[in-house]
């Protein structure tokens, strides 16, 4: 009866233990990272930038009643043209991206993007 409830403890020890641990193989990639990644890897990752930019331009909205841009809600953008804003906003600032390519600031270049993608009137 001991060794059971010791064997039942252990059990639940090493399942919070293992339920508590992430196996992801993403990280927020630097700008050098991302520029180099043509396999589609981070496309969650810029997917998740887009719906939280979206969030806190609401937020932001709400709060200050004032709109960083104006992306139309009923555009959905597949990653190849997030990639596209990204990669327009990088290369419009080749100095300051290159000096930061090693930080992880794909998330500005993508707000940066819609700001001049989508300006408000």
Known sequence: MVISKISKSIFIILLLTIAQTSYSDIKTPTIKEYMIDDT?????YIYGLESGLEWASEYY?????????????????????????INK????????????????????????GFIDAFPCQ
Request: aromatic share 12%; with cysteine; glycine share 8%.
């Open 40 to 44: 589609g890897t981070y496309d969650s």
């Open 61 to 85: 909205y709400r709060k200050h009643k004032v709109e960083l841009y104006c992306k139309p809600g009923n555009i959905e953008l597949p990653a190849s043209e997030l990639r596209k804003i």
């Open 89 to 112: 906003t990088i290369s419009s600032k080749p100095g300051f991206f290159k000096d930061y390519e090693n930080e992880p600031l794909v998330g500005l270049a993508l707000r940066n």
